[in-house]
């Protein structure tokens, strides 16, 4: 199966098995799941996620409560703005009353601070959401491309390490047997489901953007990625 019939299958499954969880629809969407709060919870206890200070996490609605867990853990968190248009907002407990409101993505736009990716502080860990997961590590997110381009940009930056743990929760129904592979695709260290915790088999990432890999309008489109294409085309 190609990537895009993996999602349209994940996706039949959440619905057909009555798992699937509001916004709706589903497709086209990292999508919300039954018993994402206990995959949350199971997360927090892994050892590397204890000992970050500071997390970046997707802004997706079933990342929501591992969101609000790491801020009331005292945790920084670093959530990349739909589409990396606005950059990546910062988010320090230290400096907000409503930890609820700010793990929202409205909350975090008002109790947040946007900042340009050179002015974040180091990231230690990685939260990722998905449509699709495989127990070798491989990772299907909505199509578009965003969170590869995001550990990309972050590592140009040298603002993660190129092992950085990356972690996903999902739903059982969310993990298939195999996911096909591209150069750019980012490999994950464990599936978190509200069952159980999966240890990935395998790690395999770029070492940095791959510009053959997008197009220019892309580029364009995305203002960190147009001032580092600039940079290196002056």
């Not at 009331?72 to 248009?85: E, F, Q």
């Not at 699709?132 to 997110?141: E, N, T, Y």
């Amino acid at each position: 199966m190609d990537k895009d019939s993996i999602r349209r299958e994940v996706y039949r499954r959440l619905i057909d098995e009555g798992v699937s969880k509001p916004p709706y629809p589903i497709e086209g969407r990292i999508p919300n799941f039954a018993g994402a709060e206990e995959a949350a919870s199971r997360l927090t206890r892994l050892k590397k996620f204890l000992e970050a200070d500071v997390i970046k996490i997707n802004p997706d609605s079933p990342q929501r409560p591992v969101r609000y867990m790491a801020l009331s853990m005292g945790k920084k968190v670093v959530m990349p703005t739909p589409r990396i248009k606005k950059g990546f907002i910062f988010l320090d407990p230290d400096k907000i009353r409503d930890i609820g409101f700010a793990s929202t993505i409205r909350g975090a736009f008002r109790l947040g601070k946007i900042m340009e990716v050179e002015d974040l502080p180091r990231i230690e860990y990685i939260v990722e959401g998905s449509v699709a997961v495989s127990p070798d590590g491989s990772r299907l997110g909505k199509g578009e491309g965003y969170a590869e381009l995001e550990y990309a940009i972050l590592l140009e930056y040298g603002k993660i390490d190129y092992d950085v743990e990356i972690v996903t929760t999902v739903h059982e129904l969310q993990i298939v047997d195999y996911i096909p592979r591209d150069v750019y695709d980012v490999s994950i260290n464990y599936i978190v489901t509200p069952r159980r915790i999966v240890r990935c088999k395998s790690m395999y990432r770029p070492n940095g953007i791959i510009w053959d890999a997008l197009d220019k309008e892309k580029i364009m489109e995305i203002p960190i990625l147009k001032k580092l294409w600039e940079s290196r085309h002056k």
